[in-house]
């Protein structure tokens, strides 16, 4: 069996260099030795991701992240505040960090996961763990196993079982690596707890031809269908030929489709986002017409999130 929640198999097949994917509170990684060039290749090979698109280090402890970037008080600072947490920081590396994992920037973005299998792990371990979300380039994020399993399981050693992750949005991007500091990618950690830290600093929108955050990308975190997002109502009448599913907030609107969260808690929304994606996409749908969530905390991340899964470039 491939799938399970046995932290000495995982521990032995990253000593052995191989590709285990790991339960956070984010979504799950596909993790390998963050040392080890030839182990994080094959995260590249696995996911297709391209090799300009840089993998962020998990660590366990903060003497692990001293190890790998230069932290300096704010960086403390910020990473007392949220972590272990859905918090990446960018920081000038140290010589230690292979170029295979930062696509040859002097920068890397470590990361302490909330995740108590996968802290165990960490402590076992005496590197850190190179680990991007483990889907294909492009595809939403997985945030159980068995979506790991569903994609990419016959390019692992083994999928470490943590249940389903309890927040659902990737991590909340900083980037401390020089004075000017600037939120990289929304997150799971809203930007307005980030700015009660740091004080307020610019958000990244848009993504640009030379991203800083390849994960950026307009076309990214999309499903195989076509989305559309506005307002429901109007997009009902628009596509009236059409087989479609609704991806609503708190209701569905009478159709068929996925309601976020009937109670309208912004955190639940986030936890179901992906896994509703990924679901609307296997219902044979023509279109999947989605609602924009209430523009505060979490939901500004999940707009973030639909704007992108929703452009076709
Ligand atoms: O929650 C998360 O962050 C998850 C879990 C597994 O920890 N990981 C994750 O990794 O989302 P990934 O590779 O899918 O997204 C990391 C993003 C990418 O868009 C990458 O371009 C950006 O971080 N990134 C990594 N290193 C960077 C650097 N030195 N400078 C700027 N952006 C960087
Ligand atoms: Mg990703």
């Known amino acids: 069996m491939i799938l399970g929640e046995d932290i000495k198999r995982a521990r032995q097949a990253l000593i052995s260099g191989g590709l285990v994917a790991i339960p956070t509170e984010t979504v799950y990684g596909l993790a390998a030795n963050g040392l080890e060039s030839s182990a994080v290749a094959k995260i590249f090979k696995a996911k297709n991701r391209p090799n ?8 366990g402890s903060i003497a692990q992240a001293e190890l790998s970037a230069e932290f300096h008080e704010d960086a403390k600072n910020l990473a007392a505040a949220f972590w272990p947490g859905p918090l990446t920081i960018i920081l000038k590396k140290t010589a230690i960090v292979p170029d295979i994992v930062t696509s040859g920037l002097d920068t890397v973005g470590v990361r302490m996961p909330n995740h108590k299998l996968t802290q165990k792990l960490l402590e076992s371990l005496e590197f850190p763990l190179a680990a991007p979300s483990a889907n294909p380039f492009g595809y939403v994020s997985p945030t159980t196993a068995q979506h790991v399993a569903d994609q990419l399981g016959d390019q692992v050693d083994f999928i470490l079982d943590g249940g389903p992750c309890q927040v659902g949005l990737e991590s909340t991007i900083v980037d401390m690596s020089h004075s000017s500091y600037e939120i990289l990618r929304q997150g799971g950690i809203p930007n307005e707890a980030i700015f009660k830290v740091l004080g307020e600093i610019p958000v990244r929108e848009e993504s640009s031809s030379n991203p800083k955050a390849p994960g ?13 997002v506005g307002d429901i109502s109007q997009l009902i009448e628009k596509y009236t030929e059409k087989r479609i599913a609704v991806l609503g907030f708190q209701s569905t609107y009478g159709k068929e489709g996925i309601a976020l969260s009937p109670s309208g808690n912004l955190e639940e929304a986030a936890r179901n986002l992906f896994a509703a994606l990924r679901a609307l996409d296997r219902g044979n749908y023509d279109l999947i017409l989605s609602e924009w969530m209430p523009n505060t905390g979490l939901g500004k ?3 973030d999130k639909l704007k992108r899964a929703s452009r076709k470039d």
């Open 301 to 303: 991340a999940i707009n």
């Open 216 to 228: 950026m990308l307009e076309n990214h975190y999309a499903p195989t269908a076509e989305l559309v």
């Open 52 to 59: 300009y698109d840089p993998l962020i280090l998990h660590i």
